[in-house]
């Protein structure tokens, strides 16, 4: 499926034709939409490591999605889940399932309280940030989130304050030699709070001031590995439509992350974050995003990984029914402690064909190579994947 989160839902990769919009269905009070998604495909490096293996697999891709049917305030609730199978490598036969629910209660036209909660379980890519060498399988761990927040307008300007959890848990990682790895090293439990202030210039650009602090609590690590630090952030930017045709985001910063450890490698500096998306014409759209972020990391000896990703999208939509989305990005990753220095190429191409209302075929092919520099904690490789599907909305 190729549905991207655009600023406008009018535009090339988001725009749905009103006879190829999937129905809803009454269920008392809500409208529900649900879907399920089928594909097979072929991934030429199952392990993402240098002598690579190819295996076929298949995923069940289940949605559904609920939204109360109201003018006023807004209730919403989403679940997601994917079932993957390996035909030769049954060891990366995995399960992963989402589920987000968001509200909006607002008290006057122009003051609203917000909610969200998310619950999830979820799998880290081999040769990710969080894998071993010799793991029999896929790290995978849950995590849950929350947040409370209000919007509250006076004249052009906008205060967001908002309170922040999040709570990760991961299993115990099997090796290849039989063993396991206890995980809960990485198990953590973290406080936010955020103050957002913005100003409208014109009804188009907002400029925006936005404040956090986050306290990050180790919940089950030995005393000589914990990772309790604290997070600060400070960024100042513009956000809204610098013209009939672009709109985005574009936001730096300081932030910093404070280990109370000393065997840790604290971080302080520039950080940044854009959004940039361009309507050049009714049937093609681009955009560039770019950000930086501080990754957790899988390796006892590593607190966090720092992070910068730099993205750009093109979505074509040639016919009313068919669109086409193609992506390429780089990403460079620092690791604290050591000197680990990793360096990513991605690069995709999706096709979609809406058949009706009720039945989308879809397509993709893509291409991952990573580069390591420095102590090779995670491998280098590439792999490349393609796959065919069908998503049925009834």
């Given amino acids: 499926m190729i549905a991207p989160e655009l600023d406008r839902n009018d535009v090339a990769g988001a725009r749905i034709e009103p006879e190829y919009q999937p129905r809803t269905i009454r269920l008392g009070p809500f ?5 399920l998604s089928l594909a097979s495909a072929y991934a030429s490096n199952v ?5 690579a293996r190819g295996d076929a697999v298949a995923m069940v891709m289940p949605t559904l999605e609920l939204t109360a049917d109201t003018t006023r305030h807004e209730l919403k609730m989403t679940s997601a889940g994917t079932i993957r199978r390996f035909a030769r490598y049954q060891s990366e036969n995995s399960e992963e399932w989402d589920v987000t629910g968001k509200g909006r209660l607002d008290l006057s036209p ?7 909660a998310d619950y999830a379980h979820l799998i880290e890519p081999r040769s990710s940030a969080g894998t071993a060498a010799d793991a029999k399988e896929p790290v995978n761990y849950s995590r849950a989130t929350g947040k409370l927040g209000t919007d509250l307008e006076f004249g052009n300007f906008r205060l967001s304050p908002s309170a922040g959890y999040q709570q990760v848990r991961y299993a115990s990682l099997p090796l290849s030699s039989g063993t396991k790895i206890d995980q809960s090293f990485r198990d953590a439990r973290t406080l936010q709070g955020e103050v957002r202030i913005s100003y409208d210039f014109s009804g188009m ?11 990050i609590h180790s919940t089950s690590a030995p005393a000589d590995i914990r990772r309790d630090a604290r997070n600060t952030t400070a960024t100042v930017g513009l956000k809204g439509a610098l013209s009939p045709v672009i709109t985005g985001e ?22 940044f974050r854009a ?3 361009w309507f050049a014409t009714p049937l093609l759209t681009l955009r560039a995003q770019a950000n930086r972020i501080f990754q957790n990391s899988g390796d006892r000896s590593v607190a966090g990984i720092l992070t910068d990703t730099f993205q750009v999208s093109a979505y074509y939509d040639p016919l009313r029914n068919f669109r086409i989305a193609a992506s390429t990005a780089l990403e460079r990753g620092r690791y604290r402690e050591v000197d680990t220095r990793t360096t990513r190429g991605m ?7 809406r058949m009706n209302r009720g039945i989308s075929l879809g397509a993709y092919v893509s291409l991952l190579h990573q580069e390591v520099r420095g102590t090779p904690l995670v491998s280098e490789f590439t792999a490349l994947n393609a796959g065919i599907g069908i998503t049925i909305t009834p």
Avoid: C, W
């Fill in 347 to 353: 690069a995709r191409l999706n096709a979609q064909y």
């Fill in 47 to 51: 392990f993402n490591k240098a002598d």
């Fill in 31 to 35: 409208l529900a939409q649900p879907a």
């Fill in 250 to 271: 574009i936001g730096l910063g300081y932030q910093s992350r404070s280990f109370e450890l000393p065997t840790y490698r604290d971080f302080a500096g520039f950080t």
């Fill in 205 to 215: 650009v907002a400029g925006y001031a936005a404040a956090s602090y986050g306290a």
């Fill in 110 to 116: 122009r003051h609203a309280i917000t909610a969200t």
């Fill in 275 to 277: 959004d940039m998306q």
